[in-house]
């Protein structure tokens, strides 16, 4: 599968003169976005599309051929793939209008000729942020590119996905690749987990599903990926009206969420409970693992240390004193007025030095295993020098910063996470954040 | 208490040379931020400071003086009232460095010649969207100010109280006013629910407390302003380690949560559970109430339309079929592969005219008491002419906007905000506020 995700050659079938077509547009973000393999245009009305050359069809290319994409009316679909195959097994279907628009016989059809690495049909496909193949139909000013990352993610709705992706791209975190499978006739979500799973370049695995049709085949994927990196998934169509709006949706059948709760937890993978959490748990799992549930945090504003120590305590983390001796160090390298405490309040006076030395000493303190940073940017010694000092503690143990506030502080998450840092705009994100890694560490000795 | 919040004068006391210092800060924004009133500084140093007149004393000014604002070391604080009481009652006392930093002499001090209007000590003080009445000694380059409108906010909390400033600046949310009022040692968290609930320019009263001090003044204020106008409070500070951060912060006695409950509770008062929902809540107030709990989903992207469904199912929430008049409306006027369902997803192609069509039908729904619309944004037919077609739905029955994404995404969620339509990033979000709203009516029938 790794010629799929990385082509050196693509065609892409559909191609017209309409540059707002859904085949202009992914012909022309791959010959304009940074694509560095051979792009070819297939039309066989045209001789000449948008300043190179047009063929008639797949096999009509003299050389070879790593992925065909197709984006033209689903009936001509079959005889394209049959022709397309003598170059390529490698075949993503971005057109819709099969089994899920009612056209059960054009489905049978499509599954007689379709090749064994096919995506789709019915889907975005695949984005590949190193080799910048792309076959997401937006535009770039539409959908701006996320930068390249370690996060891959598997979306079986393809607007659940480029949503992530523009999320993505927003706050700054790196994408690995992005696949969009649809109806998913050939590879589906399991495929991409295994792929995903032995791919040593992904960090961690996104998962958006509505419904998986072979439950066997996805509980052991999802063991199998779990145990070589985490998997967070996001199950939507969970109950009544929700599931039938899944199968309207994808065609899946959402299935019983009980089962898919079980085969979550058998495969301990980490469930985000909605679109937002699902994010902030990919950050947080850039993260070395605790050893253990006690949190400190570190504040420059009173009210966010006490928001974030509630949230602390609706979760079970433990907020220790710090030991005699990270205290003496604090009490040192702090003002008088700074009281030593968890929550340890630096005070709104506080410039980026006194973070400095709060994390030297908290980072080292043993009563201590993971690390909650708030920052309040708007008091006169703080700025984005804050960046460079975090990012000196990364890697030694868990560590999460909350910036919340307007247009600045956006700023400075984006600064942050594309730093490595995981980010949040509110203390209740970051330390459930914290408490997830924490958990699924407690729950995954493998890791 | 009129004059405290609309003066027509002020004087700063404590502005000096330095233009980074608290007190020239405040001083540099009345003068370059658009007030229109007259405002004088005060430094028994100078004579002139930043090309205008200083004076010795607040007594020594020659015309009227509605408000004094106090931001000089702490233990000159109490003979600056003693002088400035000849001018007025209204004295804000920006200094910190009584009470909450173990001077309780000063604090006893203070506390004998406070006169009856004071704010403070120890806080930001206030801001007036509309006078530009404004005491917060951030620059507007590190914290833009709000656009006006009808949310009013007291916050106990300097830090908090600014970043909740800062947030509505960013996300387009109309402020009234905003009052920080630290250690309350005179006007507290009651007297201004109290001015609030009064003034008939407030729609909403936000309000983040540690702990209150006088709790039957606060249980009467609360009831009373609950009365009149929606209130949504934050309460921090609830449990544990997290009551003890509370007291070292403003020095209040946390207490028991339970008690807060039930005094929440009684007044029915919306209880914000996070800073994230206390500011989802704000927006969803500006809504009409519904009659009842059944919702209607529209949407262009099937996975939102899920998403939603889900949440809605998870908070009770009654997602019923259209009435037959609707759906034969809606059958009518959207494509044929469009299956009118609720969720009703009106399919990725869908331009902002599907809206607008799918809207008018559902909008009169006998069956449907609230709305929620999804939009994705990437899709070519989308752009921001969807403000003007959603304002059009304005005031029919309450709705709620959810625009997940990158980028452009935000700017359209500012840009509906702006125009009083309640707007979020995630589906889960959207659906929370229309339930809170849901059942805070339910709850109030006096609303």
Redesign the interface.
Known sequence: MKRLFNPSSIAVVGVSANP?KVGSTIFLNLINNGYGGKVYAVNPHHKELFGKRAYAKVSSIEGAVDVVVIATPASTVPSIIRDAKKKTNNIIVISGGFGE?GNKDLEKKLKRVAPKNMVGPNCLGIYSAKSKFDTLF?AEH???RPPYGDTAII??????G??IL?????EGVGIHSFVSYGNGYVLDESDFLMEYARNKEVGKILL?I?GVKDGRKFSKALAYAQKRKPVIVLK???????K???T???GAIAGSYLTYKAVFKKARVVEAE???KMFDYAKIFSQPRPNGNRLAIIT????????A??????LSLE?PQFTPSTTRMLRKSLPS?V?V???L?VV?DAAVERYKKSLQAVMEDRNIDMVLVNI???P?GMDTSLVETIRGFVGKKPLAVVV???????TLRRMLTQSGIPTY?????GVDALYTLYSSSKTSPTL
Chains 1, 2 share one sequence.
Do not use: W
Not at 155 to 160: A, E, F, N, P, T
Not at 236 to 242: R, T
Not at 300 to 307: A, D, I, T
Not at 425 to 429: D, G, I, S
């Open positions: 707002a628009s937006f539409k959908l701006p979306s079986q709705s393809g607007g659940v480029s949503t523009g999320l993505a791209a927003k958006y509505e939507a169509g969970k109950q009544g009206k929700a039938q709006a899944a309207t949706h994808t909605s679109f937002e420059n504003g009173g009210g966010l240390g006490v928001m120590a509630d949230e602390a305590v609706k907020l007025y009281s405490n968890n929550p309040d709104a309040l940017l708007q006169p919340p506030g307007g247009m600045l502080e956006s705009p509110y203390p209740e994100r």
